[in-house]
């Protein structure tokens, strides 16, 4: 009866410091099962029996103890332990019910320079709990090199309702594709086609595309733009002519074919030529029922012109589209001659000087841009340099201001603030002048405004933008695919 009573306590002993020893997670994964446990699932970890002996319990207890992650995960979410069951096989179902979002394996990488790994999505919330997925496919992180890139073709196109005081009110539609014909070459910028067609409330209509080639690592750019159209507007003259704020009745119609080839010759140096063929048949006709109509109207010119060009450009940008960092600085230098078929001789210059910086992992952007133009005294009015055309002085119709010089220099701050969205504000200031040494009394042409961006596509930074700029006259509405400069 001694005997029996010290058994009973001394098994009563060793059973309190295996309760004492063991922590209580080990209870919860099975420390305690009875003698012949169940068979666990394959992924589930086999833990012994525990033993009477206090040194082999502590030691299972250390052993069998998971990490403070993977302790959390196998807990029932009710709090409840375990009684005799595999942890892994009685709180997986618990573990899915307590989250809304799946347990996404990472996917495996690849070669980035390989043209069939893709980029990495962005993960997405599972459907249901029990929504089972394939194994993830290998992917690269676009972050992490400048080759993860898509090869497959994305389009954008928007319509272009805009209002100027030359064309009146318009509609038109552009449309841009962006492709990657050689896969191999991944370091090369994408490959696009653009087209622009537009109508007006005045009977003018104009059609353009232009295609752009990249190709070898980036080593050799190309690009070829053609166009036409008629045009019905008002011809302010040229010089001292434009600030008296009268014009004439202009009808014109033009075709334009220009192709271009750019060779890489020094780090981000491009040095290559230009070819532009441009033919123009213009009217200037008197005011209608204006008594006081000059004399020397109507006018009637068909000239053919016909240049060869020298182009350099200095391209360190991140994207072309809408870049975040680096400088973009062309030049161009065009002679017309008629010893290429052309009508008469003149020549210009162009420098166009950009540059971009970026904050807040590319959320707000400044781009700064400087621009010069001259042409020769003996450049037909038509070609001669003009505001409103092309980014410069946004706000202004085009040809209100044109003369043999033409220089602008303007700031803009983008700001995307939500998923796709950016916000911009711009200002800026610019001069016309018959020369050089009359930069100094040229008029003075400010220019400021603001828009609205959407991010098309996250990977190109293509955009689409609608801005609305305003000079020292009437606004002018602007709507297009990728940035202004």
């Known amino acids: 009866m001694t005997w029996r009573s010290g058994a009973r306590r001394n098994q009563r002993g060793v059973v309190l410091v295996v309760m004492l020893l063991v922590p209580a997670g080990a209870h919860a994964q099975g420390l305690e099962a009875p003698a012949r ?4 699932p394959p992924s589930a970890e086999i833990l012994p029996e525990p033993t009477t002996s206090s040194d082999s319990a502590a030691e299972q207890g250390e052993q069998s103890q998971p990490a403070a992650g993977e302790q959390a ?4 979410a009710t709090g409840e332990q375990a009684q005799g069951e595999p942890a892994a096989e009685k709180d997986a179902p618990n573990a899915e019910n307590a989250s809304s979002e799946a347990a996404q394996p990472p996917a495996p990488t690849c070669d980035p320079a390989d043209p069939a790994c893709p980029p990495c999505q962005v993960k997405k919330k599972a459907k249901a ?21 898509s090869m497959k073709p994305k389009f954008v196109a928007i319509p272009v309702p805009t209002y100027n005081p030359q064309l009146e009110f318009s509609l038109g539609v552009m449309g841009m594709l962006t ?8 370091e090369s910028p994408p490959w696009s086609s653009a087209v622009f067609a537009m109508y007006t409330t005045n009977n003018s209509f104009a059609m353009f595309t232009r295609h752009e080639a990249f190709w070898d690592r980036d080593n050799n750019r190309a690009e070829v733009a053609f166009g036409g159209g008629k ?11 434009n600030t008296a704020g009268f014009g004439l009745p202009l009808s014109s119609a033009g075709l334009m074919f220009q192709p271009q080839y750019m060779r890489r010759v020094w780090n981000r140096l491009y040095l290559g030529a230009r070819y532009r063929l441009f033919w123009n048949e213009a009217v200037l006709s008197p005011p209608a029922d204006d008594p006081d109509a000059p004399e020397f109207v109507p006018i009637t010119t068909n000239l053919l012109h016909s240049g060869l060009g020298a182009v350099a450009t200095f391209d360190s940008r991140d994207n072309r589209f809408s870049a975040t960092e680096g400088f973009y600085v062309p030049l161009t230098s065009m002679f017309f001659s008629q010893a290429f078929g052309g009508d008469d001789d003149f020549a210009n210059m162009d420098l166009a000087i950009n540059y971009y910086h970026s904050w807040f992992d590319r959320h707000l952007i400044l781009a700064s841009r400087g621009y010069f133009i ?10 001669k340099p003009a505001v409103g055309m092309g980014a410069d002085l946004r706000g202004y119709a085009y040809g209100r201001y044109r003369d043999n ?6 700031a803009e701050l983008r700001w995307y603030f939500w998923w796709k969205l950016g916000a911009v504000a711009w200002a800026g200031i610019g001069t016309t002048a018959a020369g050089l040494d009359q930069l100094g009394s040229g008029t003075v042409l400010p220019s400021y405004g603001l828009g609205l961006r959407f991010l098309a596509f996250e990977e190109e930074r293509l955009v689409i933008r609608v801005d609305y700029g305003r000079g020292d006259e009437e606004g ?5 695919v990728s940035e202004a400069f």
């Open 179 to 186: 492709y990657r014909p050689i896969k191999e070459d991944k």
């Open 231 to 241: 045009f019905n507007s008002t011809f302010y003259g040229t010089g001292d002519q």
């Open 405 to 410: 010089v033409f220089m602008a220099t303007q």
């Open 129 to 149: 709990p029990d929504d089972t997925t394939a194994a993830p496919a290998p992917c690269c992180d676009p972050k992490a090199s400048k080759l993860c890139v």
């Open 73 to 76: 995960q196998s807990e029932p």
């Open 476 to 480: 002018q509405f602007y709507f297009s």
């Open 374 to 383: 001259i042409a020769t005294a003996d450049t037909p009015a038509h070609m």
């Open 37 to 40: 446990p169940a068979d666990p």
